[in-house]
């Protein structure tokens, strides 16, 4: 059973449960103007594993402490807390890849003015300076974390090879839940990107560390790079649209679209559009949601694929004369679906086959854009990891924009052995603006 938690709380992380009920995947998931001025600043780059199916998620390996261990941490752009299993010890961790981090006399007090960024919406009592920071967060897909906030060493390299070691506040996750019919992701905690200003990003910021920007590349064959900093944005062909910060704020809202499905609208108007690397799928809600796949039914119609039921992975799946092996099979088939989003005009959002099919392990193309009102998110329209496919998508805080353009996130930019970005003729590394476009941008 679903336990009722309204979307105030911060975030959106539902988890995938593939067999057995298809209640769907993984929706973990914010807006304020920072000074970090116009300076060049390289940028830091992450490289990505994990893919929407049959994984679920999308993980960086974060080296925390001194010395420095391993975890790996789930991208959520939808939540503002960077969190690890913890033992405090832990009264309740789930199963993970590396052992739990253990605190060491670094707890953050109840004075430290970001405690109160974490106790949303409202600060807990601080009944003496030197009480601990606790805090909780919530995700829209039931699953939680409750624990003390905590600051240690992140020593993190720059694309140009120099590390840098600044010393950041994070969750001490000591007890985890996660909803009983789901698989949850196999990772030590959350990479939280949101803009609060408990974010890392917004911490690295405030440090002179980095640029308030943080931008993601998700391929659609798996693993992808993930960049703080604005070092790799290309200066042209980027689609920017502001923030918007007025009507759901805390999350990166994008204001309202209208909806296309293969060229056409679908009449469906005024949809809030939220950004959540957090989340595996995309959610419409049920009017949209019912719309798309009517629209979707009608376009297909004589093209030789049927519906298909064997599959639980996803609630609508069709098969052909015979197995498929990958979107590339049956992208001919299916239509582009487009959001225009209605304040800025010629701004638009599309989504091709490869950012809202997947294919099952029975060879189905199964829709991964699900009905948002079946897991409470009301009207915001969600939109997760396989709708970012193939693209960088770049929030930049500091101007206050998101951005996507099409991209190869497997080819560029290369990382080498010693994880040092290695862009070839691509980036110049003096901080000028590297003009890399060509280099992301799909044959
Ligand atoms: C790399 O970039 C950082 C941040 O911009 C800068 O402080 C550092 O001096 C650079 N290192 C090299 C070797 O250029
Ligand atoms: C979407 O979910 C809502 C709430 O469960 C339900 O009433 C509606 O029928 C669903 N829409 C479709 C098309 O399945």
Redesign the pocket.
Known sequence: MHSTISFIIPLIYLLTAFEGCYSDANLPGIAQKLASGDR???SIVFQVTGNVYPKGYYYVTVNIGDPPKPYWLDLDTGSDLTWLQCDAPCTKCLPAPHKLYKPNKNLVTCMDPLCASVQWPEPHKCESPNDQCDYEVQYADYGSSLGLLVKDWFPLQ?A???VVKPRLAFGCGYEQEVEASMDPPYTDGILGLGLGKASILRQLNELGVTKNVVAHCLSAQGDGLLFFGDEFVPSSGVIWTPMSTTKIDKHYYLGTAELYVGGKTSGVKGLPIVFDSGSTYTYFSAQAYKKLVSMITNDIKGKKIYSANEDKSLPICWKGSKPFKSVQDVKNLFTPIMLSFEKSKNVRFQMDPEAYLIISKYGNACLGILNGSEVDLESVNLIGDISFHDKLIVYDNEKQKIGWAPANCNKFPIINNDGVLDCGRYCK?D?SDPDILQAYSVA
Do not use: F, K
């Open positions: 060049a600043l390289s720059y140009n090879g120099t590394h901080g």
